[in-house]
Structures are given as C-alpha cells and as structure tokens.
C-alpha cells in the first residue's frame, strides 16, 4: 500500500457526460501528479500541483481540469467526455516538487474509467 | 520534450534465468531514471532509480545501467522468481522539469 488512496475505484458514464476523480496524497506529501494510462499511449502526464498550485501542466485536455485543496487532497474533473477518454487515470504524490532534487513519486491504485 | 523508448514489449524467461530491459532517450537534460513495476490491477510501484552522476546501481537482484553519452539505461533482474512478473515501466525527468516521461513498458512473464 503506498499510502496515496483514489476514489471512485470505477466509474462507468456515458459520452458527453462529467466526472470527479478525487485523491488523496500520502500524510505529509505536498505534491500531487496526475497521470493517463491507455491502452495506446502508455502513461501520460496530465498535471502537477504543489502545496494548493498549478505546478507543472503535461498534455491535458482543455476538457480536464485539476486542483488541489487546503487539506492537499486533489480532484480531477473530466467533462464532455468522449469514448476515447476511457483509461485508467492515476494520482501520484510526493513530499517535494522543489527543483533542487527529485523524490520518488508514489502512486495510487488508481481509477478506472469507462465512457460507453 | 523528452521521448522515450523501450524495448521489448514482451519478455518472456525461465524461472532463474536474468532478465534486460532496454530504454533510450532523447532529452540530454534528463538526469533521473526510476523504474516502476506495475502488477495486475494496482499503480505502477518504484523498483530502483539512478542519477545521472551514476553509471551503475545495484540492490540485490535488480540492477540498473546508465550510459549517458548513448542516451541508454537498462533494468537488469537477475534469478528471476514467478512474482517478477509484471509490466515494468522505464521514466525520465529532469530536476527542472519534475514531469516523469515514461516508456510504453514491457510485459515480462516468468515461465516456471
């Protein structure tokens, strides 16, 4: 177990619709990375936050939106979603994003989703 | 940005026997390669990393290689057991550029 939880486990919805992924970092851990897993392209970076701000942006959807809260837990929200957004989306933290070195990023069992 | 690529895809060896997973990249500016082991239904899990300013680093069967003028890093498991099968990610980054970019992974399966 690394510490960092996901919720929902699954989720099942259909075109057109919004949905909110919601992780939880590990106690102590300031940043939080969301990831894209597909079957065609591997493991994609979406977006960073660290400490409550935006910190680093990869190829995320206008459609996808991130933040992260006071209590440091995070939300990924997908909207008019698509069936090409079915994946598996991951949450990874760690204590640091500072530039000066680089932690290991512990990731969540992650969220399923599927758009029928 | 950073590409990486890794081969093979799938891999698959004796029970014992060792185990290489090959991984290049193209940004010389990448300085930290982890790798993750992902298993069936959970997220991928760090295995071993190493730094640019080190060429070889070892923790008991799982070794890593960097050559940095060749842009290549390869994940070595030695006496591999039925439990080291998995998919096994290879990821660069740059200390300036926190962003992991991984590799399209490789399935290695243990045959007993």
């Known amino acids: 177990d690394s510490g960092v939880t996901q919720t929902p486990k699954h989720l099942i919805t259909a075109t057109g619709q919004r949905v909110t992924l919601r992780c939880s970092p590990r106690?102590?851990?300031?940043?939080v990375y969301w990831y894209q897993q597909s079957l065609d392209q591997g493991l994609q970076f979406l977006i960073q936050y660290y400490n409550g701000e935006e910190r680093a942006k990869g190829n995320i959807l206008e459609r996808f939106s991130a933040q992260q809260f006071p209590d440091l837990h995070s939300e990924l929200n997908l909207s008019s979603l698509e069936l090409g957004d079915s994946a598996l989306y991951f949450c990874a933290s760690t204590y640091s994003g500072t530039h000066s070195s680089y932690n290991e990023q512990f990731f969540g069992p992650g969220t399923r989703l599927t758009v029928l | 940005g950073e590409n990486v690529e890794q081969h093979p895809s799938t891999l698959s060896v004796q029970e014992g026997d060792s185990a290489v997973i090959k991984c290049t990249y193209s940004?010389?500016?990448?300085?930290?390669f982890p790798w993750y082991k992902q298993e069936l239904g959970k997220g991928p899990q760090l295995i071993i990393d190493i730094r640019s300013n080190v060429g070889e680093k070892k923790d008991q069967r799982i070794a890593v290689t960097l050559n940095k003028t060749a842009k290549h890093f390869s994940l070595h498991i030695t006496e591999t057991q039925p439990e080291d099968s998995a998919v096994y990610f290879c990821?660069?980054?740059?200390?300036?550029?926190?962003?992991?970019?991984f590799g399209t992974g490789t399935r290695l399966t243990i045959i007993p």
């Open positions: 940004d010389s500016a990448s300085n930290y």
């Open positions: 106690s102590g851990d300031l940043s």
């Open positions: 990821a660069a980054a740059n200390f300036g550029n926190e962003k992991l970019t």
